[in-house]
Nanobody, 117 residues
Framework: QVQLQESGPGLVKPSQTLSLTCTVS??????????WTWIRQPPGKGLEWMGA???????YYSPSLKSRTSISRDLSKNQFTLQLRSVTPEDTGVYYC?????????WGQGTQVTVSS
């Protein structure tokens, strides 16, 4: 029932900021117990949890990315966003938005992001 859709640029230049938006339908991002999460997968590598924003507005970041990551939400649009600053080619990969609800996970289809000059 819930659907998540990532959107944003597919190509970003090194040193710039990647901005992605996840649009949610079929559920509210304020649903009790829900955590709205960003996960990425570099080519040939495993999944990496980046961070999440919870139903109450609490925000959590991966320690390795915290210094250059921001997650926020727009309640009027039922959207949440990711900003990743100072990107490098190592940030290339598929980026997913995910709903974690009582440890049940719903995934967006993912969006390819390439960092290249």
């Amino acid at each position: 029932q819930v659907q998540l859709q990532e959107s944003g640029p597919g190509l970003v230049k090194p040193s710039q900021t990647l901005s992605l938006t996840c649009t949610v339908s079929g559920d509210s991002i304020t649903t009790s117990g829900s955590y709205w999460t960003w996960i990425r997968q570099p080519p040939g590598k495993g999944l990496e949890w980046m961070g999440a924003i919870g139903f109450s507005g609490s925000i959590y970041y991966s320690p390795s990315l915290k210094s250059r990551t921001s997650i926020s939400r727009d309640l009027s649009k039922n959207q949440f966003t990711l900003q990743l600053r100072s990107v490098t080619p190592e940030d290339t990969g598929v980026y997913y938005c995910v709903r974690d609800l009582d440890y049940s996970f719903s995934w967006g289809q993912g969006t390819q992001v390439t960092v290249s000059s």
